[in-house]
């Protein structure tokens, strides 16, 4: 059985259209779920509610930590209005992209314009969310990428959005030279209603559930991108982000999911045209994550990935024909790779 709370109600002090609900998913790690809140709590704009999701928790939340987090998020102390707090707890770990399309279905009859998704490891700062919104009702774009940058080190670039190459990967952008943004990083992503709702109807959710975590927001970008959705960056609004929190950056269990989702995010989503005009760029892309994995030594994982991505193949093409797929080669980084 789930538990379902609404801590406190959120302020009726902002226009809906303007409004913000985050969507967090927590697992764990305690620590960075509390840092989250306590930096969305300093947002001096739009946000409005702040949904946690607890993906299946091995050691569950306990009421105190509750009523700390409710705490931080009610802003007693200060002359801001308080920020709505719901939490939810699942009994099993549905991963990034099941537990966020909970977060996002549980809040979308609250009307919030506007939805941001975080991860539990990424911290806003103060005037983030604004900048977000500004970017957004400025540009008419239903995608909005922040600056993410490194926790440990708020100097140096960790992310402004994602960039697709000719080979079907994505890249984190850290340069113009990064080729043209595509879409948000699931990281960090500020998300318009209208676009939700429509993905939402889609019969993997918005984001796709068999994903678990990684190219999930892949994805969602080229779902978007092919039916019209513009994407705008956001480069005064700073994040901060420590990065591989729930499986490790360089664990086995992630490279597994880079390289499986990979392919299935070419399958699902890329036009046969756009296959055989790059057929060969794709081959060399495969090719080439095999080589990084024995150099890494994930080559076991890397594989094991590859196999099921591949064996997966024909289902994601037959099952995705109810809409249009992703065919403009313009779009799309041209170069091979993008060297880190």
Known sequence: MNLSLALHKRSDDFSMEDSVDAVVVHYNRTDLTTRCIEALSRDEGPLRTVTIIDSGSTSPVGHQQLKEWGRLLSRKNGSS??????????????????????GLYRRLPDGAGFFLVINND????????????GAAIKTGAAM?????????????????????????????RRHDADGPLLCPSGCAALY?????????????????????????DLDVGLRARTRGYSVAFASAATILHEGGATFGPSSPRSYFLRHRNTIWTIAKNFSLDLIVTFSFSLLIGQVAGLANAVRRGRFKAVVKGKFEGVRAWSSFRRENGYSPRFSDPNLLDQRLWIKR
């Open 144 to 172: 909005i990428a922040p600056a993410v940058y490194r926790a440990n080190e708020p100097g140096r670039i960790d992310r402004f959005g994602l960039t697709l190459t000719k080979t079907g990967s994505g890249y984190d």
């Open 192 to 216: 318009r209603r209208d676009l939700v709702m429509d993905l939402m109807g889609d019969p993997e959710g918005f984001f796709d559930r068999r994903f678990e975590a990684y190219a999930e």
């Open 81 to 102: 209005p308080p920020i709505g707090f719901f939490f939810e707890s699942l009994q099993e770990n549905v991963g990034f992209a099941g537990a966020n399309n909970h």
């Open 122 to 133: 990424a911290y806003v700062e103060p005037s983030a969310l604004s900048e977000m919104l």
